[in-house]
């Protein structure tokens, strides 16, 4: 805003304070998800024009499912899984030990961290019966958050 | 197939003959003992002392008598095989019927001996899940967020790992349709006949 041509006749200081203050009064609203009338009343208190806090609201309303979104997505959790990679294969032998006939699963996910955005992708390999096991538990999660949003 | 057996090998075998029975029966189960636990330094110098031949040719016929087992059973060659492949030391008809014995009898624990020193990557070992529902932070009020929450248990090189993850409805009905495409794969056709024509 320092650099909008609109606004270089203001002084900078008061630019800022302003910036800061509108950027805040938003990120509250957003927070509270306060809707139309107690933005309107706060507004008020702070002696704003009728027209202004009009147009200070649709603004607000135009982009409030973006900031919503926004915040929502601050926040720490533990490592997400994103997607899922596989791989079978079958084993024939190995320096150690010829003629082993195994088939086997390698299993790839890959992960984000909510703090730094990449995170070396976690594998691991199974047989036939944990991979099983694995699906298995992951339906009866699956089957539970069914439940859940049917109560 | 047929095992080749170097002269160094031949040479620690060829104690051997001379020992009898009792003594082959010994080295064998002192070299089974060290398959399972590794070299046991006492245990040939005890031997030594009660069949009254020297320690190093104990040592040299136990260690000859470890490779012959370890490369029959890594190659998984049949009996016939292994008769034919020692038939050139030139034993007894007994001694070699005792050596093919003992090479039977311990086939399949060598080979999960073996199985454990390849190259392995973490290993899926079990999985705990949790649902949850997010309802507030401290940037957004008022949240409805649900997320499963799993522990993984991974065990690399018998050390059990454990890891804490997260995932949403979404993702988590993409894993399971994945994982399903996965599993279906073994029961193709193709892996069928590929595992059919290995063997």
């Given at each position: 805003i320092l650099d909008d041509p609109d606004l270089k006749d203001i002084d900078p200081t008061v630019l800022k304070h302003c910036h800061a203050a509108a950027a805040t009064c938003i990120l509250e609203a957003g927070k509270q998800k306060a809707d139309i009338s107690a933005i309107s009343t706060c507004l008020e208190d702070c002696k704003l024009d009728k027209e202004r806090i009009e147009q200070f609201c649709t603004e607000y309303q135009k982009n409030k499912d973006a900031l919503e979104i926004l915040l929502g997505s601050i926040g720490r959790s533990p490592l997400h899984i994103t997607d899922v990679s596989w791989r079978l294969e079958y084993q024939i032998k190995n320096n150690q030990l010829h003629k082993t006939y195994q088939p086997s699963y390698l299993v790839t996910l890959n992960v984000e961290s909510s703090d730094s955005g990449s995170h070396p992708d976690i594998s691991f390999s199974c047989t036939m019966e944990q991979l099983q096991d694995l699906v298995g538990k992951l339906k009866d999660a699956a089957k539970s958050l069914e439940r859940a949003t049917q109560m | 197939m047929l095992l080749v057996l170097s002269a160094e090998h031949r040479a620690h075998l060829?104690?051997?003959?001379?020992?009898g029975g009792a003594v082959v029966g010994e080295l064998g189960r002192l070299a089974m003992e060290q398959l399972r636990r590794g070299t046991a330094p006492r245990a040939c110098e005890a031997a030594a002392r009660k069949l009254s031949i020297g320690v190093d040719t104990i040592q040299h016929g136990v260690e000859g008598l470890v490779y012959l087992l370890t490369e029959s059973s890594k190659l998984m060659i049949s009996e016939v095989d292994f008769q034919d492949s020692i038939h050139v030391l030139g034993f007894s008809d007994e001694l070699n019927k005792s050596l093919i014995q003992l090479y039977l009898d311990n086939r399949k624990e060598i080979r999960s001996i073996l199985g454990e020193l390849a190259p392995r990557l973490p290993s899926y070992h079990s999985l705990e899940w949790r649902l949850d529902v997010q309802l507030a932070s401290r940037s957004l009020r008022q949240q409805i967020k649900p997320a499963v929450t799993m522990k993984l248990h991974l065990n690399q090189n018998e050390d059990p790992t454990a890891q804490v993850l997260q995932t949403d409805p979404a993702t988590l009905l993409h894993l399971i349709q994945q994982l399903e495409q996965a599993m279906g794969e073994m029961k193709m056709n193709h892996c069928r006949r590929i595992v059919r024509n290995m063997k």
């Amino acid at each position: 805003i320092l650099d909008d041509p609109d606004l270089k006749d203001i002084d900078p200081t008061v630019l800022k304070h302003c910036h800061a203050a509108a950027a805040t009064c938003i990120l509250e609203a957003g927070k509270q998800k306060a809707d139309i009338s107690a933005i309107s009343t706060c507004l008020e208190d702070c002696k704003l024009d009728k027209e202004r806090i009009e147009q200070f609201c649709t603004e607000y309303q135009k982009n409030k499912d973006a900031l919503e979104i926004l915040l929502g997505s601050i926040g720490r959790s533990p490592l997400h899984i994103t997607d899922v990679s596989w791989r079978l294969e079958y084993q024939i032998k190995n320096n150690q030990l010829h003629k082993t006939y195994q088939p086997s699963y390698l299993v790839t996910l890959n992960v984000e961290s909510s703090d730094s955005g990449s995170h070396p992708d976690i594998s691991f390999s199974c047989t036939m019966e944990q991979l099983q096991d694995l699906v298995g538990k992951l339906k009866d999660a699956a089957k539970s958050l069914e439940r859940a949003t049917q109560m | 197939m047929l095992l080749v057996l170097s002269a160094e090998h031949r040479a620690h075998l060829g104690c051997l003959p001379q020992a009898g029975g009792a003594v082959v029966g010994e080295l064998g189960r002192l070299a089974m003992e060290q398959l399972r636990r590794g070299t046991a330094p006492r245990a040939c110098e005890a031997a030594a002392r009660k069949l009254s031949i020297g320690v190093d040719t104990i040592q040299h016929g136990v260690e000859g008598l470890v490779y012959l087992l370890t490369e029959s059973s890594k190659l998984m060659i049949s009996e016939v095989d292994f008769q034919d492949s020692i038939h050139v030391l030139g034993f007894s008809d007994e001694l070699n019927k005792s050596l093919i014995q003992l090479y039977l009898d311990n086939r399949k624990e060598i080979r999960s001996i073996l199985g454990e020193l390849a190259p392995r990557l973490p290993s899926y070992h079990s999985l705990e899940w949790r649902l949850d529902v997010q309802l507030a932070s401290r940037s957004l009020r008022q949240q409805i967020k649900p997320a499963v929450t799993m522990k993984l248990h991974l065990n690399q090189n018998e050390d059990p790992t454990a890891q804490v993850l997260q995932t949403d409805p979404a993702t988590l009905l993409h894993l399971i349709q994945q994982l399903e495409q996965a599993m279906g794969e073994m029961k193709m056709n193709h892996c069928r006949r590929i595992v059919r024509n290995m063997k």
